[in-house]
């Protein structure tokens, strides 16, 4: 059997933990549609919503990592890998186009996704490695925090360098978050991804969502914004 036709090989708890990332995604986004229609009134800054968006990265970053140790760890082939890169890069695409076409002062340059497909390349010849890795990680998250790298200083460097808007709708800073991508192989190493789930409607939605991420993250801003406008025309 040619490598390029092996099976898929899916974690029940790694497709579940995606899952429950996608979910919390989608409760923000809710909540900040609610606030952005006046529906609800909120601090985004406050310390809540800035760890409640952090969790989420987290769990983004670090499936990240944990998906490319298993993927190696299974001999998944190159090409399997760069048709999935192909895909983050072509909506990470859309995303940009979209947010500068509908919003050009706040236009995504460096997003989640832009991110992920950055991630991905560097992360996937360290994964086997997994302890060098996750002191890699460790190191980049502790140089974040002890040289003050953090999303506005960031953000201010990419302004200097590439000329990018001094606001965007979603910018993830790379030294931070490249360190809990890092770390995420030691997860695999771990074999968390063995643990059992008993299974239930619940589980069953967040796997689901956690095989279709990237289509989640693509779509449910797509669904959610219109429904909260329209109840807001209703309402008014």
Known sequence: MLASNLPVI???LLDNYRGLAVILMIIFHFCWNL?????VHFDAYSD???N????????????????SYLAVLNHQPITRFLKN???????ASLITVGTYLALPDQWVFFGILHFIFLAGFIV???SVHSYTSCLLGL???ATSFLF?????NAHKWFIQAFSVPSTTLDFVNPILWLGVVLIGPIFGYMNLHKVHIPQSQLTKLFSFLGKHALLAYLLHQLILYPLVMAAYFIVN
């Open 10 to 12: 899916r974690y029940n």
């Open 35 to 39: 606030k952005d229609f006046g529906f």
């Open 48 to 50: 809540f919503w800035v």
């Open 52 to 67: 409640f968006r952090a969790l989420i990265v987290f769990m983004f970053a670090s499936a990240v990592g944990w998906s």
């Open 85 to 91: 890169q192909c895909k983050v890069a072509f909506a």
């Open 124 to 126: 996937r010849p360290l």
């Open 139 to 141: 190191s980049l998250i």
């Open 148 to 152: 003050n790298i953090s999303s506005i």
